[in-house]
T-cell receptor, first 111, second 112 residues
């Protein structure tokens, strides 16, 4: 069965303090890995799609990278508005195709 | 471009009742997926519809069902509600498999 593990569960950073969130996965046949941001009481907001090991995508203060076993979401000089829960999800091609989500990292940026 | 819309946004139902939730996807998107989100289990896949056909299904009991109409709008039905069905139900649309999914704001269902 596909498994997605995100760490840490929660992370508190000072404004401007860079860090990385981890998403490790055990799947059969990865077709894509997605990063989402979710604010309280709202639906997840799409951030990135990564399809192959070595791929990187950037958007403002966020950069996502992918290896054969994990993905990192790097946050550079975060601001309070970056506070949210960050979710990763994997799309596989074995059996019942679907998105499998991790449980997320709750990020808090302190001004 | 309008995003994914879900109605209603909030619902309170009693155990044993049934409920229908609605989702309108982004224009041009033919795939609609439904998820249940709870604090303990996170986001769990319910089912996916594409061109009015259920293409994939998660591990939920038969009380959870859905359908998709010719305009790609989708509905989800839960019969014989249980307390454990209280959750945020999210709908997401995409062009097709392996494309990014765009989520709606969700329907918050409370079962009392």
């Amino acid at each position: 069965e596909d498994q997605v593990t995100q760490s840490p569960e929660a992370l508190r950073l000072q404004e401007g303090e860079s860090s990385s969130l981890n998403c490790s996965y055990t799947v059969s046949g990865l077709r894509g890995l997605f990063w989402y941001r979710q604010d309280p009481g709202k639906g997840p907001e799409f951030l990135f799609t990564l399809y192959s090991a070595g791929e990187e995508k950037e958007k403002e203060r966020l950069k996502a990278t992918l290896t054969k076993k994990e993905s990192f979401l790097h946050i550079t000089a975060p601001k309070p508005e970056d506070s949210a829960t960050y979710l990763c999800a994997v799309w596989t091609n074995f059996g019942n195709e679907k998105l499998t989500f991790g449980t997320g990292t709750r990020l808090t940026i302190i001004p | 471009k309008a995003g994914v819309t879900q109605t209603p946004r909030y619902l309170i139902k009693t155990r044993g009742q049934q409920v229908t939730l609605s989702c309108s996807p982004i224009s041009g998107h033919r795939s609609v997926s439904w998820y249940q989100q709870t604090p303990g289990q996170g986001l769990q896949f319910l089912f996916e519809y594409f061109s009015e056909t259920q293409r994939n299904k998660g591990n939920f009991p038969g009380r959870f069902s859905g359908r998709q109409f010719s305009n790609s709008r989708s509905e989800m039905n839960v019969s014989t509600l249980e307390l454990g069905d209280s959750a945020l139900y999210l709908c997401a649309s995409s062009m097709d498999r392996a494309y990014e999914q765009y989520f709606g704001p969700g329907t918050r269902l409370t079962v009392t």
